[in-house]
């Protein structure tokens, strides 16, 4: 059974940094996509990021492009998600999501492609 569980979040400062985690277990494909998703109050959910199992080749959001970046270590079965330069406006539920029937081009950001969801981690910019 797919599993994907999130750490990391939690209260920063505007200007500040967080790294959250996605640990995966129970995949039995070779090839998959791993997104990261945000959802604020009253917003739709959001893909900001992900990760090809293919290759290793990224995508990411214009709003997170330059400050995120989404990263994999294979031995520990998991993917990271560094955040810097937080602002307010990333105050979210983040995350992780797991891809694993069809290659996601650039389709990637679409929420209702992914298969398997972690229960999600509060990430909190303010002062």
């Known amino acids: 059974q797919v599993q994907l569980v999130e750490s990391g979040g939690g209260l920063v400062q505007p200007g500040g940094s967080l790294r959250l985690s996605c640990v995966l277990s129970?995949?039995?494909?070779?090839?998959?996509?791993i997104g990261w998703f945000r959802q604020a109050p009253g917003m739709p959910r959001e893909g900001i990021s992900c990760?090809?199992?293919?290759?290793?080749?990224?995508e990411y959001a214009d709003s997170v492009k330059g400050r995120f970046t989404i990263s994999r270590d294979n031995a520990k079965n998991t993917v990271y998600l560094q955040m810097d330069r937080l602002e307010p406006e990333d105050t979210a539920v983040y995350y992780c999501?797991?891809?694993?029937?069809?290659?996601?081009?650039?389709?990637?950001?679409?929420?209702?492609?992914?298969?398997?969801w972690g229960q999600g981690t509060q990430v909190t910019v303010s002062s």
């Open positions: 999501a797991a891809e694993t029937q069809i290659a996601l081009g650039s389709n990637w950001y679409r929420r209702d492609l992914y298969d398997y």
């Open positions: 129970g995949f039995t494909v070779d090839y998959y996509t």
């Open positions: 990760i090809r199992s293919f290759d290793g080749s990224t």
